[in-house]
């Protein structure tokens, strides 16, 4: 069962624009991690936000997390063309975790 | 740096072989995990292995079995393969540090089978 759905499905924006993804799901969790995924590649880990936390950075990136109304976002500030791939979050609230169906960003040059 | 590899990125097999897909990680990571990937679906569990010669059923595991013989190891097999079984499959492994808790998630690069 997916637990995790991310909005929008696809997004296209201009380089240098911020790009916002946003993910929502439906139990407790321990935390929640973002991956990203090249076209044909394996995922790559982003990003783990601790249910206890509400603001992560890194880089580029920073997510916020609301246990309140569970959900997540995921920012990327002044995007590049090289951010082209599918973001996907996961959430977990036993040992294994769920992944959404993923948002497609496009970033044109 | 963690490595997980699989053993192809693409394979074409027929109907009703037998296919078997390796991965293998250098991180003496306890846990492994195989998903598969299909549009629009996104990645669903087929069974995972907390340690060696253990193993749990994920969310599909019909058509499906898997070995885990040593801890760097885990291979999915298909035993008939469908053409259903079409898909990408994606090997990752992890750490164990506290029950319940799942900690980042290392993939490796995905096999993309095609069963004619």
């Known amino acids: 069962s997916q637990q995790g759905e991310e909005d929008p499905q696809a997004l296209s924006i201009q380089e240098g624009e911020n790009a916002t993804m946003n993910c929502s799901y439906k139990t407790s969790i321990n935390n929640l991690q973002w991956y990203r995924q090249n076209s044909g590649r394996g995922l790559v880990h982003l990003i783990l936000?601790?249910?206890?936390?509400r603001e992560k950075h890194s880089g580029r990136l920073r997510v916020t997390l609301d246990t309140s109304k569970k959900s997540s976002s995921l920012l990327i500030t002044a995007s590049r063309a090289a951010d082209t791939a599918s973001y996907f979050c996961?959430?977990?609230?036993?040992?294994?975790?769920?992944f959404g169906t993923g948002t497609r960003l496009q970033v044109f040059p | 740096d963690v490595k997980v590899t699989q053993s192809s990125r693409y394979l074409v097999k027929r109907t009703g072989e037998k296919v078997f897909l390796e991965c293998v990680q250098d991180m003496d990571h306890e846990n492994m995990f195989w998903y598969r990937q299909d549009p629009g679906l996104g990645l669903r569990l087929i069974y995972f292995?907390?340690?060696?010669?253990?193993?749990e059923k994920g969310d599909i595991p019909e058509g499906y079995s898997v070995s885990r013989e040593k801890k760097e190891r885990f291979s999915l097999i298909l035993e008939s393969a469908s053409t259903n079984q079409t898909s990408m499959y994606l090997c990752a492994s992890r750490t164990q540090r506290l029950a319940g808790v799942s900690e980042t998630q290392y993939f490796g690069p995905g096999t993309r089978l095609l069963v004619l």
């Open positions: 996961a959430t977990d609230n036993t040992d294994k975790l769920i």
């Open positions: 292995s907390y340690d060696v010669k253990m193993k």
């Open positions: 936000i601790r249910s206890n936390e």
